[in-house]
Every structure is written in C-alpha cells, then in structure tokens.
C-alpha cells in the first residue's frame, strides 16, 4: 500500500515537473526574446507547441528503432525524476532515492544523447549521424567535470546516496556544497552548461549548421514526446544539481525557486555567447573544467 | 585508366540547400565529408533564375528600372546606379550636381544597410541569436529612411535616367542623422558579444581562410580581398559620383579569415556613417535633380558597349552594356562581385573547412545568389 | 481530368475556381436559427485546430526575393514569435511553407518535394504579385506564373514585396482560417493529386533528382 | 592608352580601337588572335584579372561576339577585347586555365548561348536551367513571352500588358500621353 501510494505521488510529481519544464522553457524564450529586444512569445506557447504536435496528422516511421529514441530519451528524464528525493524530508516527494541512486542516475544522464543517437539514425539521413557524433562526443567531455565533482562529494561524504548527500547540507545555506566545496561547485556548474545544451554548447542541434542534427527526420507525435523528455530532462537535473549543490528543498515552493534559480545560469550565459564547434567545446570541458574538478577531488581526498 | 580514390567510399555526400536554414538564400552546396572535413564543394545555382538579361532586352530603356532593382534584394540600388550610369553614358546625358549627390547618398545608406545586415548574419551564423535582432532593425530604420525618400521600402526605383526621381523630403538628413546615431549607439554592444567574445573569436580566427595568391587569378573584391591586405575599393579606385569629393578611409586587415572580413565590415559601417553625413554636408541646397532626357517611349541609343562598375558592400558589381541603335538593349550582362566568390573563390575554401564552420565562411564572404544566376 | 486550356480560368476537377472564395449570399450573411451546440467531433476539431493555429512552424526556405523580408519579420522590429510563428528547420517539422515570391521552374521541383515531406496538416503562404500572376516577370522563360496550379495555396499575401505588417495581416488570415477549419490546401492536393502532378509535369520537364539529403 | 594598343598591334592584329572612357579601352581582335592576346595579357601585363566574360548575339551579322574584360588595378585601367565568331557553329577557345573563374563564365555561355568551349571542365553541366529543351535562351531568335504563354500560361483578366493601354483604359482613351 505504502508502495502504491508513492507510485501514486511519484506519478503526480512526473506530471508537474513537465508542465513546470515546459513553462520554464517558456518564460527563458521569452527572456532571450527580451535581451534580444523582442516581445517574444507568450510563456504557455511550450504548451500549445506540445498539443499542437500531438494533433498533426501523419507521422512518418523508420522501424521500431526510430519509437525507441523519443521514448528512451524521455524514459532517461523520468528516471532520473524518479530515483532522487525532490523534496527532501517529505515522503511523498522523496521518489524512490535508495542507497546507490546517485550512479543510477549518472547512468540515465547518458539516456538523452543515446536515444537520440540510436533513434535518429535509424531515419537514415545524413545529418543524424553527424549530429549524433557530435552530441555524444560533447557528452563524453562535459561528463568528466561532472563526474570529477560528483567523485568529490562523494568522497567527502562517504555515501553515493542523493538523500545523505542533501541531508549533509542540512544546516543552513552556509553548510551548502557550493560553498563548502567550491571548486566542485565550480566544475559541476560549467558541466551543466554543456549538459543543457544552450549556447556555447548547442551545436548538436542548431539549426543552421547540421538543421536540428539528429532530430532531423521526426516529426509531430515524436517531437511532441522529444519535448516532453526534454522539459522532464531538464527538471531532473536541476533537481539533481539543487540536491547535490544548494542542499535541497524542503517545499515545494523551495523546490520551485531553487530549480528556477539554477536553470537561469545557463540561460544567462546562452544570451550573449555564439556556439562552439564540437572539439572546441570539447578542448575546453577537458581543459579548465576538468583541472578545477581534479583539484576538487584532491581537497576531498586529502 | 583511371586512378581510384582509396578514400571514395569512405566520403559522405550531403547537400547543404537549397531548403537549408544555412545558406544564404536558395544556393545550394554539394560538399563531400571526410568525418566533419570537407574534402570538396561545389556551388549549385539557378534556383533564383529569372533571366533579367532577356528581359532586359525586351524592355525599353525606362521599363528595365524596375527589373535591375531585383537582382540583389539586399542592395538595389547599386543596380540602379550602375544601369542609369551606362545608359547614361552610352545616349550622351550628363546628370546634374545634385543628382550625382542624391545618388551618392542613395548608394552608400544601401550600403550601409547592407553592412549592417551581414555583421548580424555573420554573427548568427555562429549561433549568436541576439546580433541579428539588433542590426535587423538597425537595417529597418535605415529601410524607412528610404521609404521617406523613395516610397519603397527594399526595392526602391529611385534613380531615373537623367538624375533621381525627386529632391530630398524637408527634414531629412536630421532624421537620418538620428537613424545614424542609433547605429552608433548599438556599434559597441555588437563589439563586445562578436569582436570582444573570446567564443567569437575562436569560432572565426584563422578560419575561412583566403590565400592572397588568389588575387593574382581572380576577380576578387570587396571585404574578401580588403581581408587580405589588397586595399581595392572601386570608389577610391575608379571614382564615380561625388566619391572624389569626399574623405573616407578604404579599410585593410590582413588575417583573410572570417574574424578579418567581419571586422572589415564593422569599421566600413563607421565609414559610410562618416560618407553619410559628409553627403548630408556638402550636398547642394538646390538645383535640378533630373536633366531632361528624350522621350523614354521613342528614345534610341546608338550602337555602343560600355562596362560600369561601382562598389558594392559585397565588392566589385560591374554592368556591361551593349546598344545597338534600337529602343532597347542589345545586351545587358551584370557582373555581380559573388560571381567569383560564389563558385572560383568558395570552392577552393570549402577544401579542409570543418561542416560547421560552412555556413558562417558563407556569409562572411559573402555570397548573394540572385546576383549570380540573375 | 487534364490541364486546362490556357486563357480560361483554371478550375479543379471539384468544378470550382481555383482560389475562390463562396460569395456571401443569406445563409452565410444572416442567421439561420439559434446557435447549436458542437457535437463531440466538432469539439474535438476545434481544439485540434485552435491548437494547430497557435502555433506554427514556417520552413527555412527563401525561394524568392521576398524572403528578405522574412529577416524583419522574425526579428525584433516585427517579432513573428509573439503570435507563435516559429521556423522549422527541416520540412519534417514544418507547417507552413512560404512562397516568397518569383518561382523557378527548377526551384518548383525542390518546392514540391519539400512540402510533399511536411507532415499533414500543412498550408501555403505565397507572397508577391509574381506567385499570383508572374508579376514583372510574366514573359520570364524561367519562372511559372500561377502558382495554384502546382500547389495549393491557402493564402496570398500580394504586393512586391509585402510588407512585414502585411505578411503578419497574412499570418493572422491563415490562424483564422485554421481554426474555422477553411485551410484545407493540403486536402484539396491530396484529392486533386492527379491534376496537380499533371500541371508539374507540363513545366518540369527533368524529374532526376540529386540525391539529397534533407 | 593608344601607347598600350599600339603595343598590342605590333604583336597581334587589332581590327578597331575605341577609347569608350579614358580607363577603358576597347579593341577588336580576330578569334585566331585571341587566345594568344589573352595568354601575353595575363602573363606579361598588368591586365591580369579577367573582370567579365560574355557574350552578344549579332544575329543580323551571324556572328557571336565574346567580351572579355580585362582589368589593371595598378594603373587602374581596363581593357575590353571583343572577338567575333561564326554564329552557325560556335566554338571558341577555352581560357579556363588562365582564370578559374572562366569555368562557370563559359559553363554559363554554353547554356545560354550554345557557344561551346571544348575542353572547358564542367562543359554541357547545368548551370542555371534544368531540364532545357528549347534553343539556348539568350540567343535573339528565343521568343520568350511566346515561350512563356505556352509553357506556362497566363492568368486570365490581364488583357494588356503595354503601359500606355493601361493609361489610356485608365483616363477613357482621352488621350493622356500623345503619340510621338
């Protein structure tokens, strides 16, 4: 019953996570609209794109391999969703965090790229397979900063737990991982940026160079669920940045605001800065980052 | 017997256009990958072919105006110029003082609206969305300006033979002063989000690279060969119009990559805004602005060729000219600056260019399709 | 059903006009009775449509000069994106193909496979006088001049060229004839599929296409 | 300038000079004589940059006159050299090797003129038409307005296509521009 109940509270939390990524999503096309001096659409236009992609006609298949993308890549988001504590101290928003989640869900991160990858090759069109490329070789050299950090932490708490992880922070903002370890914090943060895949670091998609790389060949249902993984995507690891970083939530609101916050640090970057080639996005997460988060590692080792 | 490529098979062919959002305008780009290299391109056109030539040869001399404008929809005006110029020259008509002023002004706010659309297209080839929203409409104001003086807002038919269509509107060159200073105003933001961005910078130096060796072979001009070190500007070197009357400086770098051409583009933005206002100055207060020409339905112009040329904000734009003692012309071909760049130049720097960086080579040259196919 | 003779008016095997609209006449002027409630299917329809008008994708191809207007269009001066009107990179994830302007006959052919790769439901916007009637460039060898004969056009947008406003006034009369559920271009090509790829194939004399890749 | 012609007559026959501008010169050459012309141009002088090339059909004359362009940015002079061909069987000489830029110059004349360039890379490739089965259309005796009614047809309501006819339905054939 117990079980069911969180299934129950689990599921809700799906729900409201999409809805709160794609108004997030919203509210940041509308903030590149206003530093680009523009009115820019209105913040539920994530919603409407959503149904109106639901409701186009036909959609064009290349096999099974090609469903499997979207859903993998949406399964990826909802995973990670699912196994770190949203809310830290209340059941229902605890998910299914258990003693070893934090490599669990290091594993789903991959899940986005992967689905992408497998998905969309199997449409066949020369822009997937290069797009594909460049999307897990960006991968592979954002994850390093990343994983440095996380080693980090886990070192310095002796648990690969997200909830032990949050509740060592439990002590005020003062106790928070991104001041008290700050050159993980600092490798963490530069990862998320290629993570979100906003400018520097957005050449996998864009569009005028390999057009939506490889997203090429889906259309309507398909991009419909590829959005919904993405806004779920991008909840997730804020969630998991707030639980690994800023020490939790513990409402709701808390929870809200603290996801917003982190979110527009990619945001602001992504307003003013052109994209990357791949090796060079790639040169730079393996050069700085990855040296800030060896010193991390260092300071927690010794 | 042929020699086989080892390499042939393990080459991916991909076009880049023409329904591409990378392209600039409907071209396309066969291009051969080796990875993310690109071992070779070649430049497809004829999507954008109207034959204005033809037209043009069907068409008495006064009705040929509203063709030309629509050879390259960025900068109209320079086809206007460079028709009237050699008809002009071929039927013996010289044009007043003030006419020559008000043409002068025409061609460079074109210019300049031109410039300042390619630095934002040059910057939002690289991703950085908030460039072109700003020159966009930096391009627009300069656009009402015209539309103020002309009544057309891209294409504007200004010129006639004889001289321009009408005098300036009362209190013109204050609101273009105004329009001039809200370029100036934004200048330093582009400055420091392209020239001043470390992303920017290593997206674009040492990329798209031009040999100066080319020079010797090609037709090269404009921002391509000034980004080279060549300071070849067909207003300094074949001065036209009231060019020789006013001070401006011809722009050199010597990188020949993207980031060199680029920063031609924004310091020659500085330029026109200077050749602007000179013109503005020193433009006669009044006078005729059309000598009378014959009868536009009955004029015949004796035989004669002639080739006019005059800089445009992509290089070198001539028009060859040919009459034959007929209402219309015998032969109109235009020899547009992306002519050489879009098929000689283009190709031989699309050998070695990673597939990203495609697309921001493109605009930084650039390339005007309609101008190369007509 | 073959291509009509030249000089008439060019109808559709349906026997109406190509781009007519039903004059008004007192069904559509006055009101026949009192408002009905929409059936569960008109429901459904209105949502689909309502959502389908709100927001749409127009393709990344400028296959005419009036594409230059496109630029202010989606930038800040004009600002598209505030009526939901975003650009679709590739054909797959487009909705709205533009016209803008003068059509090559071998533009025409990249044109036709490009919106036959767009997921239905799917509209034309054609821009400038030149898709309307060839405009200036009614004697081109190289251009076609009635546009609606090779694909269906839901709106034109005329001038050479538009204007951004009346491009947006063009947009708002798609939306509207979106969620009236009017904008049946693509039905109409699906139907008439035989009379369309009939007139294509009068002007498009080489079908080989390269091997493209998008 | 005339200095310059006289020096190129001692080497090569120059059937007409005219000095359309004092930086353009214009001569005629024979189509013997052209390529040779070019080749000392390039290798010998200043006029190193091929800025133009095409073609003019003299249907009259039955002739093809091909226009090359040649510029000299250091003395800021140009020299235009017209060289007429048979019209009946075009053929000219090819100087892609000296200019690369020739290659869609002649790729181009080729389609729209006919006139080939044996030898040229890319001969006989489309350039700007696909799919072209009428003559070459820049040739004089293409009718284009009739090859477009036919092709393509018009819409119908435009019943005149001459300006003045408009004026004068417009103003009721009062007679608004008179007759010269």
């Known amino acids: 019953m117990e079980l069911l109940l969180q299934i129950l509270w689990s599921s809700i939390g799906v729900l409201i996570a999409v809805a709160y990524g794609l108004l997030t999503g919203g509210i940041v096309r509308k903030l590149f609209a206003r530093i680009q001096g523009r009115v820019g659409p209105p913040v539920y236009q994530g919603f409407i794109d959503l149904g109106k992609n639901f409701f186009v006609r036909d959609n064009i298949s290349h096999g099974p391999m090609f469903y499997f993308g979207p859903a993998l890549r949406t399964a990826g988001g909802v995973g990670i969703f699912l196994f770190i504590p949203a809310i830290v101290g209340w059941a229902p928003g605890e998910n299914f965090s258990f003693a070893g989640d934090l490599l669990l869900v290091m594993y789903f991160m991959f899940f986005g790229s992967l689905g992408m990858a497998l998905g969309g090759s199997a449409g066949g069109h020369p822009h997937t397979p290069i797009g594909a490329g460049r999307g897990l070789s960006q991968m592979t050299a954002f994850e390093v900063p990343f994983i440095l950090a996380v080693i980090a932490l886990v070192a310095d708490t002796g648990s690969f737990s997200v909830h032990d992880l949050t509740l060592a922070q439990a002590g005020g903002f003062l106790e928070w991982n991104l001041l008290t370890h700050p050159f993980a914090a600092a490798a963490a943060f530069i990862a998320m940026l290629g993570m979100n895949g906003y400018a520097p670091f957005n050449v996998v998609g864009a569009p005028n160079e390999i057009p939506v790389g490889p997203m090429t060949e889906y259309q309507g249902g398909f991009i419909a669920t590829l959005g919904t993984g993405r806004a779920i995507f991008a909840i997730a690891k804020m969630i998991l940045f707030m639980d690994l970083f800023l020490g939790g939530a513990t409402s709701i609101l808390e929870a809200f605001i603290k996801v917003f916050v982190i979110y527009m640090w990619s945001v602001a970057v992504a307003a003013v800065f052109p994209r990357y080639r791949v090796d060079q996005s790639m040169r730079f997460f393996l050069g700085w980052p990855a040296l800030i988060g060896v010193v991390a590692v260092l300071l927690a080792l010794f | 017997m042929t020699i086989e490529n080892p390499h042939v098979e393990k080459e991916t062919q991909l076009w880049v256009g023409p329904q591409h959002p990378g392209v600039t305008g409907n071209m396309a780009i066969q291009v051969w990958l080796t990875g993310d290299t690109i071992q070779r391109g070649i430049t497809h056109v004829g999507y954008l072919h109207r034959g204005f030539e033809k037209l043009m040869e069907r068409r008495k001399f006064i009705q040929s105006f509203p063709i030309v404008c629509r050879i390259c929809v960025p900068e109209p005006d320079t086809n206007e110029y460079l028709l009237a110029a050699s008809i002009e020259e071929l039927g013996g008509i010289t044009i007043p003082e003030k006419a020559v002023w008000l043409r002068t002004l025409v061609l460079e706010m074109s210019r300049l609206a ?39 807002r891209v294409y ?87 060019y020789p009357e006013l001070d401006f400086s011809v722009i050199t770098s010597t990188g020949g990559d993207i980031y060199a051409r680029m920063e031609i583009r924004r310091h020659e933005v500085v330029e026109s805004i200077k050749i602007i206002r000179q013109v503005l100055q020193k433009m006669p207060k009044d006078g005729p602005v059309a000598a009378p020409i014959p009868n536009v339905f009955t004029w015949r112009i004796p035989t004669g060729q002639t080739y006019v040329r005059a800089e445009a904000s992509r290089g070198e734009m001539g028009y060859y000219t040919v009459t034959d003692g007929s209402d219309k012309v015998r032969r109109v071909h235009v020899r547009g600056a992306s002519y050489v760049h879009g098929f000689a130049m283009a190709e031989r720097m699309f050998e070695g260019l990673n597939i990203a960086d495609l697309h921001p080579t493109l605009v930084s040259i650039p390339t005007c399709p309609p101008e190369m196919e007509r | 059903m073959g291509v009509e003779e030249k000089g008439k008016v060019p109808l559709l095997p349906s026997g109406v006009p190509v781009g007519s609209k ?13 408002p009905k409630p929409l059936s569960l299917d008109e429901s459904v329809a209105f949502i689909k449509n309502w959502f389908r008008a709100q927001s749409l994708n127009v393709m990344a191809y400028g296959t005419g000069c009036g594409s230059i207007e496109l630029g202010p ?142 | 300038m005339n200095e310059f012609v006289q020096e190129i007559q001692a080497r090569f026959e120059v059937l007409w000079s005219n000095p359309q501008r004092p930086d353009l010169m214009q001569i005629g050459v024979r189509q013997v004589n052209a390529l040779p012309l070019l080749t000392w141009l390039k290798s010998n002088t200043g006029y190193f940059i091929l800025n133009h090339f095409s073609a003019v059909d003299w249907i009259e004359d ?94 119908p309501g435009r019943t005149h296509t001459n300006p003045r006819d408009r004026v004068a339905i417009a103003f009721g054939q009062k007679g608004f521009l008179h007759d010269h």
């Open chain 2, 114 to 152: 031109s410039l300042v659309q390619q630095i934002g297209g040059g910057a939002g080839a690289t991703g950085l969305g908030a460039v072109p929203n700003w020159t966009y409409t930096l391009r627009d104001y300069i656009l009402d300006s015209f539309e103020e003086l002309t009544g057309g």
């Open chain 2, 156 to 242: 504007h038919m200004y010129m006639v033979y004889g001289g321009v269509r009408r005098d300036l509107p009362v209190g013109f060159a204050e609101r273009m002063e105004a329009t001039l200073r809200k370029i100036e105003e934004r200048l330093p933001y582009i400055d420091k989000v392209t020239f001043q961005s470390s992303v920017w910078r290593e997206r674009t130096q040492g990329v798209g690279l031009t040999d100066p060796a080319w020079v010797k072979e090609m037709g090269i001009s404009g921002p391509a060969i000034r980004a080279m070190g060549f300071a070849r500007d067909v207003r300094r070197d074949f001065p036209y119009l009231a």
């Open chain 3, 22 to 34: 039903p004059h008004a006449t007192d069904s559509t002027l006055f009101a026949q009775g009192r």
């Open chain 3, 73 to 214: 269009l989606g930038t800040s001066r004009f600002d598209m994106e505030r009526f939901g009107i975003t650009g679709g990179p590739t054909p797959r994830q487009s909705s709205v193909l533009i016209i803008s302007g003068y059509l090559s006959v071998k533009t025409l052919k990249r044109v036709i496979r490009s919106y036959e790769q767009m997921p239905n439901p799917r509209w034309v916007v054609a821009l400038g006088s030149c898709t309307i009637n060839g405009g200036m460039y009614w004697d081109s060898y190289s251009t076609i001049k009635i546009l609606d004969q090779y694909l269906p056009v839901d709106v034109y947008v005329n001038g050479c060229m538009p204007r951004p406003e009346a491009l947006i006034a063009g947009f708002k009369d798609l939306m509207d004839m979106i969620k009236r559920g009017e904008a049946n271009g693509y039905i109409e090509y699906q139907n008439n599929l035989d009379w369309y790829r009939a007139n294509q194939r009068k002007v498009i004399k080489d079908w080989n296409l390269p091997e493209y890749s998008w």
């Open chain 4, 62 to 155: 039955g002739e093809f006159q091909l226009t090359y362009l040649l510029t000299d940015y250091a003395a800021r002079r140009s020299l235009m050299v017209c060289v007429r061909i048979d019209r009946a069987a075009p053929t000219a000489e090819s100087v892609h090797h000296l200019w690369p830029e020739a290659v869609t110059y002649e790729q181009e004349m080729f389609e729209m003129f006919g006139i080939s360039f044996p030898g040229s890379p890319r001969q006989g490739v489309d350039l700007l038409l696909e799919g072209w089965e009428d003559i070459p259309p820049m040739r004089r005796d293409f009718d284009t307005a009739a090859f477009a009614e036919e092709a393509f047809g018009f819409r």
